[in-house]
């Protein structure tokens, strides 16, 4: 399909092998970790590098970004936890599948993403304390930062921004750290968990269970991802000729799918924090006009894929309410560890835990030959035990049984 003003998906497969050309002298292609091991040597902060083993990606202006794949510190997310559980299941269900070191902290809090975004009562140096405090916190244990929040990650990285070009900040944050008794540590790399997924996605591939190449995906990019400080966000020449970012899409061919084009691919998918706080109706507006009505009238996708948690619950969450005003939705949505998980066999209610979304997921997985009433009830009867206070040890394995034949 081809759209005014976007790269037709059979032309990006045909350029693919074709460099990228970076322009030199972009003013946001400077690589902030020089400015970070500068204020190091000077003792006024600490550089967490990033741990072996990790893989080296290009980012928007060809600067190679390490991504750690394991040893990570899992910096979770209050949206997934609290809406969509099944996503911060998911990433760390993929971790266990392929044997990596990993922890979940106990002493994590907010990014404060909901503070800076949707009100005015905050202050600079606030959020880098809570920025300090939390990445002190996995230095101290040993681990690297693994931020699951598409909005943690764009936020950290513009106070990161803050913290190196204003001395009189990063003093008064010190201040505030000392008195928690905490060192103030910056990451070597801000690293976003689908920027890991992107850099398993072949492992991924090699660990798949079920078939995918009967499905249609649409992509949406979170804008907290490629939006917030560019030039860190990765780009993969093979993956759209290297003119969008390469995260989601990466993996979804990988496993198969065909990824269609859109022509309101760039926009935002409408929560816009504050949006979503004060003016819920537009959010789902254009959740609705823009995003998911813009894929069924123009692809009529099997699925929408994205990574973030803002992303995820709006374009479903939004659908509802669309529904009953007789729009064209009916497209569900998940989050690429989802999908990673649901290819290599994992529980679809155990981990991935679709009964906490609202747009009908049952085509999708009677698409893909999964069983899911079988596993419904294996699942309504972990909970029966559950209750009588036993432990299930199964939610680990993966399932490949459930396929149909």
């Given amino acids: 399909m081809t759209v005014a003003g976007f790269i037709p998906i059979d032309n990006i497969m045909e350029k693919k092998a074709r460099p990228v050309s970076r322009p030199p002298d972009q003013a946001h292609a400077h690589d902030i970790r020089e400015e970070l091991f ?23 202006f060809g600067r190679k970004k390490k991504i750690p794949i394991e040893h990570t510190w899992h910096h979770k997310s209050c949206g997934q936890c609290g809406h969509i559980p099944g996503y911060t299941a998911s990433i760390f269900w ?13 002493d994590q809090t907010s990014c404060t993403g909901w503070n800076y975004y949707a009100s005015g ?4 140096v606030a959020q880098m304390a809570v920025m300090g405090r939390n990445f002190a916190a996995a230095y101290q244990e040993g681990y690297y930062p693994l931020i699951h929040c ?15 070009h204003h001395a009189d900040l990063r003093a008064q944050t ?30 991924i591939a090699e660990r798949q269970v079920v078939d995918m190449s009967n499905l249609t995906a649409c992509v949406h990019p979170a804008c ?12 993969d020449p093979e993956i759209y000729g290297g003119q969008r970012t390469a995260t989601v899409t990466g993996l979804l061919q990988a496993l198969g799918m065909n990824v269609a084009d859109y022509s309101t691919w760039f926009d935002c998918c ?23 009505e813009v894929m069924k009238n123009e692809i009529d996708p099997d699925i929408t894929v994205t990574h973030d948690t803002g992303c995820v619950t709006t374009l479903d969450k939004s659908q509802f309410a669309a529904k009953a005003h007789e729009r064209n939705v009916g497209v569900p949505v998940l989050s690429d560890a ?50 009588r206070g036993e432990t299930i040890m199964t939610w680990d394995k993966a399932d490949p049984v459930a396929i149909a034949a």
Avoid at 121 to 124: G, H, L, M, V
């Fill in 38 to 60: 500068e204020l190091e040597a000077k003792g006024e902060l600490i550089v967490h590098r990033v741990p072996e083993p990790y893989v080296e990606v290009e980012t928007k």
């Fill in 94 to 106: 993929l971790h266990r599948q392929f044997g990596l070191d990993y922890t979940d902290p106990s």
């Fill in 121 to 124: 009562t905050s202050n600079s």
């Fill in 150 to 164: 598409g909005t943690s990650f764009g936020h950290y990285k513009e106070v990161r921004e803050q913290l190196v």
């Fill in 174 to 203: 010190r201040r505030v750290l000392e008195k928690l008794g905490k060192p103030l540590v910056v990451p070597e790399e801000i690293v976003h968990y689908s920027e890991w997924v992107h850099v398993m996605r072949h492992r």
């Fill in 224 to 235: 907290h991802y490629h939006k917030i400080v560019v030039e860190d966000a990765i780009y």
């Fill in 270 to 292: 409408g929560f816009g924090f504050r949006h979503v706080l004060v003016q819920r109706d537009f959010t789902r507006s254009f959740a609705v006009l823009r995003k998911i």
């Fill in 338 to 387: 989802q999908v990673a998980a649901l290819a290599m066999g994992a529980h679809p209610f155990r981990v991935v835990q679709l009964h906490w979304h609202s747009t009908d997921w049952r085509p999708l997985m009677e698409k893909l030959g999964i069983d899911w009433e079988r596993y419904w009830e294996e699942f309504q009867e972990d909970l029966e035990a559950i209750k």
